[in-house]
């Protein structure tokens, strides 16, 4: 990424400052270690904290090739030196490239020179890490990704991102930052890793991840569901309905990309029971911080997204459900 390498370094200095501030308002011990890899991987840095940091000017040397895979599997048998013995460690890792895969058959780092293979236990090594590990990488084009995805990337722990300009690279470390976000938060309630890093919307429920945020069920006497059937603003659909409306106590089914504000409560539904989870642990668990952010709606055919409405004027949208908690 020559002609990047001053914007990398800046990047990358600004994200280790975020690190260190929300290390300390989260109270989370953070340790960072940085790999640069071209047709060789080298580790500049290992298991510092977070809170001593240097610049990566003096550390950060582009090179010609790219030896992705030997690089992830480099860094994550390393890491995974770290002593575990007492405390609660998590891993997350990201890998950033500006081009695909082409050198790590020939990487003194990699444990095989046969490509296929090292495809093979990129895609094992990812498999079977525990659930405390996170691998994550930013690609530069759909090729890029159909590469990550053959590897064992996780499909949504792969992120496409402009390696063209500087704006590209700006716009991929606010990818990280809000990405690095929703997994800080997420320890806060007990989840140790993740396998949906880059999304923030209904692709990220499932039964697993709610035990994992410590979520319970909604009293069915606390909340009812109505079906809207035309364009209405949501107190005069309630109203309709033949209910009181209460601000605040009316969710709205989440049916399109859209920002979110930090003080909007959230609720999960269960599609085929019906049952309503909601507290702070939703938020988590669609990896919403405490800052507004774009949230999607994606498909889930387990799970529904409600939004809650502060608003008398919210416009519903036709054959989705509205949450109204009693």
């Not at 709610?210 to 979520?215: D, H, R, W």
Request: charged residues 25%; proline residues 4%; hydrophobic residues 40%.
């Amino acid at each position: 990424m020559s002609h990047l390498s001053r914007k990398v370094v800046d990047v990358a200095d600004r994200q280790i400052a975020y690190l260190a501030r929300r290390s300390r308002e989260l109270d989370q011990e953070t340790r960072v270690t940085v790999y640069v890899f071209s047709d060789k991987v080298k580790c500049v840095i290992y298991d510092k904290d977070v809170l001593r940091m240097p610049s990566l000017k003096q550390l950060y040397r582009v090179g010609g090739m790219t030896a992705l895979l030997a690089a992830a599997l480099k860094s994550q048998r390393e890491l995974a030196q770290t002593a575990q013995l007492y405390g609660d460690h998590s891993f997350l890792t990201f890998v950033l490239t500006d081009g695909q895969e082409n050198a790590s058959h020939r990487s003194p780092d990699a444990p095989t020179r046969d490509p296929r293979e090292l495809v093979r236990n990129v895609a094992e090594m990812i498999e079977t890490q525990e659930d405390n590990w996170t691998l994550a990488v930013l690609v530069p084009d759909q090729m890029g990704k159909r590469e990550a995805t053959q590897c064992g990337f996780p499909k949504d722990n792969i992120a496409i991102w402009d390696a063209t300009s500087t704006q590209g690279l700006e716009e991929a470390g606010q990818v990280i930052q809000e990405a690095t976000e929703k997994f800080m938060v997420g320890r806060t309630q007990g989840i140790r890793g993740s396998r949906a890093v880059f999304s923030t919307g209904a692709k990220a429920v499932n039964r697993k991840t709610i035990k994992a945020a410590g979520l319970a069920p909604v009293n069915p006497s606390e909340y009812q569901l109505i079906q809207v059937s035309r364009d209405a603003a949501i107190r005069d659909w309630v109203v309709e309905c033949g209910h009181t409306y209460r601000t605040g106590g009316a969710f709205y089914q989440l049916s399109k990309s859209e920002k979110i504000q930090a003080r909007k409560r959230i609720a999960v539904l269960e599609k085929k029971t019906d049952r309503v989870y909601t507290g702070p642990e939703a938020r988590a668990l669609l990896g919403l911080p405490d800052v507004e952010v774009r949230v999607t709606p994606d498909h889930n055919d387990d799970f529904t997204i409600f939004v809650q409405s502060t608003s008398v004027n919210r416009k519903l949208v036709p054959n989705t459900r509205l949450l109204l908690m009693l």
